[in-house]
């Protein structure tokens, strides 16, 4: 039986095992996917392996993403500009990471109907999936990208990477037409600091975060008259890409898999 696994610190909260899991049997392939938490020692160990063909596929989260790239042969476009790899695979003896957390974005805004082209995006955070985010916008071909986060160095660190970034001082707020909220308030009902009384309709505010599946922000968003999204399709879309990769069949998402990632 084939073996994969999400490695990551902390790894408990991760629904990827559900969601691969479930649609593993239905396309009937025989493998299992699990949960690894691992120290950073511990990644050449589990790449290699990889290499020796004892486990399958491995996806990359939180705090990995970049860490891992010194270990692999290969990376996809997306991966090697975003310096930001989750989904690793053996491909001809040479291991390749790819990054499927850009597409999932893409799919998540491509699903909502709004139409994000010449928007102004205002995002909140600098952490693991910023990149994969703005890569998404550039692509998306938004009109400016204005990025606070409460360390300040992170966020201009991201602005040599992309050199189209505009940065604000954390606690700063500036016009926009969608605000992402990146970071981890939320996850443990923290609410973001931040006046967002003048934004009151036509918005769009997006949460990466899925779990409670509507943080403070997007109820405050919600109540102020705006569209809200959370990070629910992102993370199913991001899931469906490494599926596709690993097993050359795209798997179903319908009602059945929005259910099996409640996590209650
Ligand atoms: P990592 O930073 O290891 O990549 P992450 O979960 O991807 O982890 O990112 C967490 C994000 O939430 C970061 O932008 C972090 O800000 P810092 O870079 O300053 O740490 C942000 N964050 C977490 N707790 C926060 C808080 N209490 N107030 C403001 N931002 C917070």
Redesign the pocket.
């Known amino acids: 039986m084939k073996k994969y696994f999400v490695i990551g610190n902390p790894i408990d909260h991760s629904l990827s095992p559900k969601l691969h899991n479930h649609w593993l049997k239905e396309n009937n392939i025989d493998a299992i996917y699990d949960k690894k938490k691992i120290d950073e020692n511990d990644i050449e160990n589990i790449i290699t392996k990889l290499k020796n063909k004892q486990i399958s596929g491995i996806n990359v989260t939180?705090?990995f993403k970049k860490i891992v790239i010194p270990y692999l042969d290969k990376l996809s476009l997306e991966a090697e500009q975003t310096q930001s790899v989750n989904t690793i695979l053996l491909n001809n003896d040479n291991l390749e990471g790819h990054n499927t957390d850009i597409v999932g974005f893409i799919k998540s805004i491509k699903n909502l109907n709004f139409d994000i082209k010449d928007k102004k995006i205002f995002i909140l955070?600098?952490?693991?999936?910023?990149p994969s985010i703005i890569f998404a916008l550039n692509k998306l071909n938004v009109s400016k990208i204005i990025i606070s986060?409460?360390?300040k160095k992170?966020a201009e660190d991201l602005k040599s990477q992309f050199n189209n970034l505009e940065i604000l001082d954390?606690g700063d707020i500036n016009d926009f037409d969608v605000i992402i909220n990146?970071?981890?308030?939320g996850l443990n009902k923290?609410s973001i600091n931040l006046d967002f009384s003048k934004f009151t309709n036509n918005k769009l505010f997006y949460d990466v975060i899925y779990n409670p599946a509507e943080t403070n922000f997007l109820k405050e968003g919600k109540k102020l008259g705006n569209r809200t999204e959370n990070g629910k399709l992102m993370f199913i879309y991001q899931a469906f890409e490494a599926f596709k990769l690993w097993h050359g069949v795209e798997p179903q998402i319908n009602s059945n898999t929005l259910e099996i990632i409640k996590n209650d």
Not at 125 to 130: I, N
């Open positions: 939180v705090p955070g600098a952490g693991g999936v910023v986060n409460r360390t992170k954390w990146a970071t981890s308030l923290e």
